[in-house]
């Protein structure tokens, strides 16, 4: 077993272990598809890959449950502390 999956910080840096588990499903199936990994590793592990992904937010899920990867320089959104609902400036 991934030493990463038994911390909850993982768990809270997606939102949930119900969002983490999406969000890993939905990369293993693009990378099994042909996509390219984000993260350089020795390694042909793809769950090992896909953490470390999600470790230096190189992925998330959007608000929609899209899977997002991230361009190198922007900022990952706080999804831990949304709960995927309108936004004050939506609001507006």
Not at 26 to 54: F, H
Not at 56 to 69: E, S
């Amino acid at each position: 077993m991934h030493e990463e999956l038994l911390d909850d910080s993982l768990v809270q840096k997606v939102g949930g272990r119900f969002r983490l588990c999406a969000l890993m499903q939905k990369r293993l199936v693009a990378l099994n598809r042909g996509a390219r990994p984000l993260v350089d590793m020795q390694t042909k592990n793809q769950i090992s890959i896909v953490i470390q992904e999600i470790i230096q937010d190189k992925i998330y899920l959007d608000t929609t449950g899209t899977l997002v990867t991230r361009p190198t320089g922007e900022q990952a959104p706080d999804v831990a502390n949304s709960d995927g609902g309108p936004t004050v400036d939506d609001m507006k």
